[in-house]
Nanobody, 122 residues
């Protein structure tokens, strides 16, 4: 089993920054693809970004390119999502997820964290 625990969310003013963390434990793998998704009530879950655990590649949703940066720390078994120039429309619960496969395939994630709330005030 794989456990993913997100942290780092909070209330921030528009234009501010946050760094979300996702700590992975259990039967993790260097072949994992790690992704971040976000969801707001009444809307479908939205892909945000992904990175291969090996660091070979990244993928970003068009809506976040230039403002969001995904990275990973192998020693800490942690994936980060740096969010800059926050906008009210970034308000959502942000979930970390993991799977095997290709970083550019935005589906078929097997493992999910419970999420961390990000709220951006205008």
């Amino acid at each position: 089993q794989v456990q993913l625990v997100e942290s780092g969310g909070g209330l921030v003013q528009a234009g501010g920054s946050l760094r979300l963390s996702c700590a992975a434990s259990g039967r993790t793998s260097s072949s994992f693809i790690m992704g971040w998704f976000r969801q707001t009530p009444g809307k479908a879950r939205e892909f945000v970004a992904a990175i291969s655990w090996s660091g070979e590649g990244t993928d970003y949703a068009d809506s976040v390119k230039g403002r969001f940066t995904i990275s990973r720390d192998i020693a800490e078994n942690t994936v980060y999502l740096q969010i800059d120039s926050l906008k009210p429309e970034d308000t959502a619960v942000y979930h970390c997820a993991a799977k095997f496969g290709r970083v550019t395939n935005r589906s078929y994630y097997n493992y999910w964290g419970r999420g961390t709330q990000v709220t951006v005030s205008s």
